[in-house]
């Protein structure tokens, strides 16, 4: 079978200006540029993503090929120690490729370069708590031995999947400056893709931390950060400034919402489907729902509607007790819009307060304004 080069390189020949059009997508400055790490066995891919993009072109051009199959053999027949497999790591990580993502790994640790190997097992480390294999804090507690790497990109790789533990254990207080330190690291990676990748994913980070705390404004205008991440970060950054806005403006959540289904992902568009589902109900718009696999978001249609039997229904089919604490408060919510509850929104407020979550908390809490809640207790929520 032909490799995924020869495939490359055979079109270029057969096909001429082909060389020009694929060198312009790939971000290389010339035919002759672009043919030479095709060419050359031993030259480095440094402009990873630009390849990926040739290689969708040139699959999309020619439907015989089996573009799986290649990028297979491809990452396979990859020396250990080069610079291309690490790259290929963070972008197969990025668009959730776990198949190759376990190949890869496997073939650094096996590497007999230490740095190779290091950057290897943080991505493993990584892929057991996004698995459940461990615990966020046993996440960090493996993770933080190579934050002293002598090489950078692994000193960084293991800090922001320390920000993710510290992410999902909600320790946002934490996050702020912890972040600006791996900031001011990541920009020494010489490494395009992965620099630019790495600064994607702290952008996301910070999306991610100001939209619980509410603090999501001044990061709007940072937007052009984004403009050269990887599609599965711009479609995440995108999807929460949406989510920023579900309370404040229909229009612009559906416009950001939008924006990221330009760049959505196999994971990325159900969730953005989600988060559209449940703007459309917090704004009345029964007729934009369609259901998602959601039981959250089908019991809030049903509130909505007013179907307080199909509602019930779905409340029996949710085991309260095995949801996450911010699963509980929405529970909550929905509960207490259904039966017109006070003390069911005092609970979900109690249940996002837990959390450090600010931005949610004021569903509930405009709930309780409604029903006449005294000003300053309403304050006392808010803080």
């Known amino acids: 079978m032909e490799t995924l080069k020869t495939v490359i390189l055979k079109k270029m020949e057969n096909e001429r200006g082909l060389s020009e059009k694929l060198a312009s997508i790939s971000g290389y400055s010339s035919g002759s540029a672009f043919k030479k790490i095709i060419v050359d066995e031993g030259k480095d891919i440094e402009k990873l993503d630009g390849f990926m993009d040739v290689v969708d072109y040139i699959c999309n051009e020619d439907e015989r090929l089996n573009k799986e199959q290649l990028i297979l053999d491809f990452t396979k027949g990859l020396d250990n120690n080069t610079i291309t497999i690490k790259l290929l790591l963070e972008y197969f990580t990025l668009y959730y490729r776990y198949d190759h993502v376990e190949t890869i790994v496997n073939k650094l640790k096996a590497s007999n370069k230490k740095d190779f190997e290091e950057f290897g097992l943080v991505y493993e480390i990584q892929r057991q708590v996004q698995t459940k294999q461990i615990t966020p804090l046993e996440g960090i507690v493996e993770l933080t031995k190579y934050i002293h790497s002598k090489k950078i990109e692994v000193r960084v790789a293991a800090k922001i999947f320390i920000s993710y533990c510290q992410y999902d254990m909600r320790n946002i207080n934490l996050l702020d ?103 459309s109900l917090l704004w009345n718009k029964l007729d934009v729902f369609k259901s998602d696999g959601s039981l959250s978001n089908d019991l809030f249609y049903h509130v909505r509607s007013g179907n307080k039997g199909k509602a019930e229904e779905t409340i029996k089919q949710i085991d309260f007790e095995k949801l996450t604490t911010s699963g509980k408060a929405f529970n909550c919510f929905y509960r207490g819009l259904l039966y017109n509850d006070k003390s069911l929104f005092f609970k979900s407020v109690e249940y996002f307060i837990s959390v450090g979550e600010k931005f949610y908390r004021q569903l509930p809490i405009m709930e309780l304004k409604k029903m006449g809640e005294q000003d300053y207790i309403l304050s006392a929520l808010s803080a």
Do not use: W
């Open 177 to 279: 400056s912890y972040i600006d330190e791996i900031e001011s690291e990541v920009d020494k990676i010489k490494n395009d893709f992965l620099r630019k990748s790495y600064q994607g994913r702290i952008f996301r980070l910070r999306v991610d931390i100001n939209l619980h705390t509410d603090k999501i404004g001044k990061l709007i205008e940072s937007l052009f950060v984004i403009e050269n991440a990887p599609n599965p970060t711009k479609t995440m950054v995108y999807l929460q400034i949406g989510n920023s806005y579900m309370i404040k403006s229909y229009e612009k959540a559906m416009y950001y919402f939008n924006k990221a289904m330009e760049y959505k992902t196999i994971k990325s568009e159900n969730e953005i489907k989600q988060s559209i589902n449940f703007t």
